[in-house]
């Protein structure tokens, strides 16, 4: 069978969901593999690095979507896209089926098998296959380079001839994959690192990467803290407390960045515009919940702006995509991981088994019938 990545159509998107080295794997279980031409271009891979791994490189999306049997992208697919498959025919990339329920019912009329990589269980054995990780990862790290690119001043303390220079202050709200990967990239430049949770569980993963657990002082400790690792959202006398303990450290720190998401809603507002207020003109907040509509009040998703004060917010949604060969390299290594458990006989065959926990997991429409919501995995 044949594997092939498109253009992304999305505007902007910069990431491709096969590289070189992924189809050199993809190749090893048997497929052949075929790309458009100006796929990998803005990630950093030219169609000559393709051909050198194997690849066939073919011109225009029609063509593409022709020639292979299973397609492998990265945005949900657009209406056009959707219209370009067919029975038998698989379609692997982020799909968001809850958001996108016209896409869905699309994907189950072309009578296609698609699998949505946000869809992955989180259980130990899909981790190399959870796409939602390996993204987190890269928006956590490139947040805090994105601070310091806003940031007039060093991160770490420094004492030379020319003066003293006092550290730099970062809070990481919400310690999730993306907060961790922002505060280990906080410590490692040198900052004095402080992190907020709901879940009191990550206190020891902060603290085991360098930075101060926030503790506030409430009863009911475990408050906003739901089943399955996520968090729920807070009581009200919850709320108060964390927003007292923000306005309190708001004069001294000097960048912020949130994270905090609730499953199924709308981002917390946690970095309140008076908070923004007191801050320290030259001051950065970092928005990584501005897609669900922002941790702090003032986020424009998509855009950079300044308070009145001086303190710059930036909300950009596409912070994987601005790394986007790292982003194209470690996502389609969790395609390729996909790929191996869909084709048990190394042979080039596609076996959708829905007997699998991770494979039914995240297959949304299944031979001309919708199969999301998956039942809950057996395997935790
Ligand atoms: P997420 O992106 O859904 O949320 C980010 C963080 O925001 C979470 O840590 C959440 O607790 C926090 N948050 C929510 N409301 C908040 C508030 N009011 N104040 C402060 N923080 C708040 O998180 P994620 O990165 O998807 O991780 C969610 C869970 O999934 C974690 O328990 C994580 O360890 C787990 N996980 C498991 C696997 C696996 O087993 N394969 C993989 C990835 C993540």
Redesign the pocket.
């Known amino acids: 069978m044949k594997i092939g990545s498109p253009r992304e159509l999305f505007a902007g998107e910069a990431r491709v969901a096969m590289t070189p080295d992924s189809a050199l794997q993809l190749q090893k279980l048997g497929y052949e593999c075929v790309v458009e031409a100006g796929a990998g271009k803005a990630a950093g891979f030219s169609d000559d690095a393709y051909r050198a791994a194997g690849v066939t490189v073919v011109e225009g999306a029609a063509a593409l979507y022709a020639a292979a049997d299973v397609i492998a992208k990265v945005r949900p697919p657009e209406t056009a896209e959707l219209d370009r498959l067919a029975p038998g025919k698989t379609l692997i990339s982020f799909f968001y089926p809850a958001q996108n329920k016209d896409l869905l019912e699309q994907a189950k009329d072309k009578g296609a098998n698609v699998i949505a990589m946000d869809m992955v269980p ?3 054995r ?2 190399k296959m ?1 796409a ?2 390996s993204m ?1 990862n890269i928006a956590g790290y490139r947040a805090v380079i994105e601070a310091g690119n806003n940031f007039g001043r060093f991160f770490t303390g420094q004492v030379t001839a020319a003066g003293k220079v006092p550290p730099a202050k970062v809070l990481v ?7 961790l990967a922002a505060i280990g990239t906080a410590t490692s430049l040198g900052a004095i690192t402080y992190a ?4 009191p569980e ?1 206190a020891e993963q902060i603290e085991s990467m360098g930075a101060e657990f926030v503790y506030l002082e409430f009863e009911a400790a475990q408050d ?2 739901a089943t ?4 729920a959202p ?1 009581s009200p006398e919850f ?1 108060e407390k ?1 927003l007292a303990k923000f306005r309190e450290l708001a004069p001294e720190i000097d960048i912020v960045i949130t ?5 199924g809603r709308d981002a ?1 507002k ?1 970095w309140l515009a008076d908070m923004v207020a007191s801050m320290k003109p030259g001051s950065v907040v970092i928005d990584l919940a501005a897609e669900r509509g922002g941790n702090c009040d003032l986020t424009v998703p998509d855009q950079k702006i300044v308070s009145d004060n001086g303190v710059t917010i930036v909300g950009y949604t596409d912070f994987p995509s601005r790394m986007a060969a790292q982003a194209s390299t470690l996502y389609s290594t969790n395609i390729r991981h996909m790929m191996t458990d869909l084709t048990p006989g190394k042979d080039g065959k596609v076996v959708h088994n829905m007997e699998d926990d991770v494979i039914r997991g995240a297959t949304v429409t299944f031979e001309g019938a919708v199969t999301f919501p998956p039942p809950p995995p057996k395997i935790q």
């Open positions: 989180r259980i130990s899909a981790q959870d939602l990780s987190a709200i919400g310690a999730g994959v993306a907060g907020f949770d709901v879940r990550v906003g803290a399955g690792g996520y968090a807070s709320r964390q994270t905090a998401l609730i499953p917390p946690l």
